[in-house]
C-alpha cells in the first residue's frame, strides 16, 4: 500500500498513479483560461464548496498570500501566532509584497492564541496605528485539525 504523506505541499511524492494520470492529462495554457484539468478542478471545488468560482494556487504559501492580500491593504495589520506558517516560514511575505504588517502572538502548544490576547491586539481606530484588518488561523496544527469551537 503507497502511503500519500499530506502534511505539507513540499514533501508529497507522487505515487506512480498519481505520474501517470499527470503525465495523460490534457494540457492547455491556464494564463488564457483553456488548461481542462485546471477548469475541472476549479469548476469541481467550487461546486463542492458552493461557491460561485474557485481558483487553483500551486502552494499553500501561495494561497496564504493571496488571501492576506485580498483582505488587507498597505499599512494594514494582521493578527498572527507567532509560531504561524504566514509569519514564521513565509519569507515575510505579506509583508515585503503586501506592506503588511503582523502583529505576532504568543500560541499554546495546540496552536491556540489566547482570546483575551487577540482582543487586547486590536488596535484602536486612530490614524497612529496600523488598521487591525485579520485575524490569521491555521486549520491544522502540526497535522491535527483545530478545534472547531475555539475556531
Not at 498570500?65 to 511575505?93: F, K, P, S, W
Not at 490614524?127 to 478545534?147: I, K, Q, V, Y
Request: glycine share 8%.
Amino acid at each position: 500500500m503507497n502511503t500519500v504523506d499530506l502534511r505539507s505541499d513540499t514533501v508529497t511524492r507522487p505515487t506512480p498513479a498519481m505520474r501517470a494520470a499527470m503525465m495523460a492529462a490534457p494540457l492547455g495554457d491556464d494564463v488564457f483560461g483553456d488548461d481542462p484539468s485546471v477548469n475541472a478542478l476549479q469548476d469541481k471545488i467550487a461546486a463542492l464548496t458552493g461557491k460561485d468560482a474557485a481558483l487553483f494556487m500551486a502552494s499553500g504559501t501561495q494561497s496564504n498570500l493571496c488571501a492576506m492580500l485580498a483582505h488587507c491593504e498597505r499599512g494594514d495589520e494582521y493578527i498572527v501566532g507567532q509560531n504561524a506558517h504566514t509569519y514564521r516560514y513565509e519569507g515575510g511575505g505579506a509583508a515585503v509584497l503586501g506592506s503588511i504588517q503582523p502583529q505576532p502572538l504568543a500560541q499554546n502548544a495546540t496552536g491556540q492564541m489566547q482570546l483575551a490576547d487577540i482582543a487586547a491586539a486590536i488596535k484602536p481606530d486612530d490614524p497612529h496605528f496600523a488598521r487591525t484588518r485579520l485575524l490569521c488561523l491555521e486549520n491544522t496544527w502540526n497535522g491535527h485539525p483545530m478545534p472547531a469551537e475555539y475556531l
